[in-house]
């Protein structure tokens, strides 16, 4: 089965940068969107298509795609931007999710 | 406003049945691709299934045969029918509406957090 790998977590001072990986063999091939969810609320689509941002996104969420890696970047973090992240692809007609990534803002 | 409603929260025993629904306003469901996306209790997203504009329609290996997504043109609403329920389906599900053609989930409904329990 088609899987995407993402670290567990990943921590980052205040208003530093912060990267999450997505990982898969070739995936510099796909498509790749990326959703953040808050606790108890429905994801939201911070990255569409690699690398860009649907409209109220802040320009400090940024995306790219090369190889084997996808990463999702955010600049300036702050304390609001706390949350679970998750990669997404669609292989043939089935969509795949990362196992998510849980951003610690320190 | 582009929206996605679902219906509230369910209790069913292991074996029952269940549709949920998620009622679109702002845009046309049947125009659109549809997913369902579920999310167990603390763990991560799961992608569900798919129905197509053209009405073809695809579902993740763990709900093959088991769970229908449908639509009513007339209510603008999608639908997942769930049978032969098991524990293991207790999770938040949600609909999203594909902003192309299996492309990004843009627009989410709240979630509906169904349980299979006796």
């Known amino acids: 089965s088609y899987e995407l790998t993402q670290p567990l977590s990943v921590s980052v001072a205040l208003g530093q940068t912060a990267r999450i990986t997505c990982g898969r063999n070739n995936i510099g091939s796909k498509n790749v969107h990326w959703y953040q969810q808050r606790p108890g609320q429905a994801p939201v689509l911070v990255i569409y298509r690699d690398s860009n941002r649907p409209s109220g996104i802040p320009e400090r969420f940024s995306g790219s795609n090369s190889g084997n890696t996808a990463t999702l970047t955010i600049s300036r973090a702050q304390a609001g931007d706390e949350a679970d992240y998750y990669c997404q692809v669609w292989d043939s007609s089935t969509g795949v999710f990362g196992g998510g990534t849980k951003l610690t803002v320190l | 406003e582009v929206r996605l409603v679902q219906s509230g929260r369910h209790l069913v025993q292991p074996g029952g049945s269940l549709r949920l629904s998620c009622a679109a306003s702002?845009?046309?469901?049947?125009?659109?691709?549809m997913t369902w996306v579920r999310q167990a209790p603390g763990k991560g997203l799961e992608w569900v299934s798919v129905i197509y504009s053209g009405g073809s329609s695809f579902y993740a290996d763990s709900v093959k045969d088991r769970f229908t997504i449908s639509r009513d043109n007339s209510k603008n609403t999608l639908y997942l029918q769930m049978n032969t329920l098991r524990g293991e389906d207790t999770a938040v599900y949600y609909c999203a509406r594909d902003r192309s053609v299996l492309d990004a989930l843009d627009i989410w409904g709240q979630g509906t957090m169904v349980t299979v329990s006796s």
């Open positions: 702002g845009f046309t469901v049947s125009t659109n691709y």
